[in-house]
């Protein structure tokens, strides 16, 4: 990346945003292993980030608790920004859990500090929100977050399923937060698993 010294003379706030907004750019080279809709490739996460702030303008009526679909896209945005530094991590991919949490905190100083304080404490709060998944926002932001990438393994014909020999009792386990948050979505992805195991695409429970 090009030095940004030409950022120096500007106003400090405007110097630190404009900083941040480009270093996030960086979010576009970070492949994820799910592939998009027509199997030409794998998703990068920005793109997975869009994807999800879509999910929830489309169905948010879907979820179990009243939601407010602004902040849950706001969450979903910046969700995987930490990302940038961290990695994507996948889901069966088997990486230690505290291990991946005590990278993505680190990126999470470091990327969100480059903002102004006022919206280091904003946009950390969102993500912090987001990571407890304790609040009916930040749990159907996490549904979405489970959900998409099932449906796009669905889509292709077993995407990451068959990379890792998933079988159905994982992907089960996996997302299981989707029924939770909103049991419609759980029944539209019980549907895709049941058609994946009868397609081969998903292991059947030994």
Do not use: C
């Amino acid at each position: 990346m090009r030095s940004q010294d030409w950022l120096g003379g500007l106003d400090e706030r405007l110097r630190r945003q404009l900083g941040f907004l480009i270093e996030i750019d960086r979010l576009k080279t970070v492949l994820r292993g799910t592939r998009i809709a027509d199997e030409s490739r794998r998703e990068n996460t920005a793109e997975h980030s869009w994807h999800l702030a879509l999910f929830a303008l489309v169905l948010a009526e879907h979820a179990d608790d009243a939601v407010d679909t602004l902040r849950v896209v706001r969450m979903l945005l910046i969700h995987d920004i930490v990302e940038i530094d961290a990695g994507d991590t996948p889901v069966f991919g088997g990486t230690p859990a505290a291990e991946q949490a005590e990278r993505e905190q680190r990126a999470a100083d470091r990327l969100f500090g480059l903002l102004p304080d006022d919206q280091v404490d904003e946009f950390r709060s969102s993500w912090d929100e987001f990571e407890a998944a304790e609040t009916p926002d930040a749990r159907f932001a996490k549904a979405l977050d489970r959900l998409q990438p099932s449906l796009l393994n669905h889509v292709v014909g077993g995407g990451t399923w068959t990379d890792y020999g998933v079988d159905e009792a994982t992907e089960r386990a996996t997302t299981r937060r989707v029924a939770d948050a909103a049991p419609a979505l759980g029944d539209a992805l019980e549907a895709a698993i049941a058609d994946a195991v009868a397609n081969g695409w998903l292991r059947p429970n030994s």
